[in-house]
């Protein structure tokens, strides 16, 4: 059964780090491209970071150069490392799993909240 836990969301100020972490599991890991989605309350999703199977990356312009998305293929987990963080970053972020060009998805994690105040 194909599944992807989110870890790491929580409370942080302005300028402060979090690092997000998606363990998956009943999936081919090493093949699957993966990403981060973010919704923050009354806005439109956004995919803010994907990386390749090959370990490509993208980020969308709002977090370039702050975020930082990596793979460990051994343990099956994305991450996604967060820094100087803005209140406008604040959003539930979802893990996502899906082709290896991380061009289109098919599994969705939970979720996990990231709150960042001012």
């Known amino acids: 059964q194909m599944q992807l836990v989110e870890s790491g969301g929580g409370l942080v100020q302005v300028g402060g780090s979090l690092r997000l972490s998606c363990a998956a599991s009943?999936?081919?890991?090493?093949?699957?491209?993966m990403g981060w989605r973010r919704q923050a309350a009354g806005k439109q999703r956004e995919l803010v970071a994907t990386i390749t199977s090959g370990g490509s990356t993208n980020y969308a312009d709002s977090v370039k150069g702050r975020f930082t998305i990596s793979r460990d293929n051994a343990k099956n987990t994305v991450f996604l490392q967060m820094n100087s963080l803005k209140p406008e970053d604040t959003a539930v972020y979802y893990c996502?799993?899906?082709?290896?060009?991380?061009?289109?998805?098919?599994?969705w994690g939970q979720g996990t909240q990231v709150t960042v105040s001012s």
């Open positions: 996502a799993a899906g082709g290896a060009l991380a061009r289109s998805w098919s599994y």
């Open positions: 009943g999936i081919i890991f090493s093949a699957a491209g």
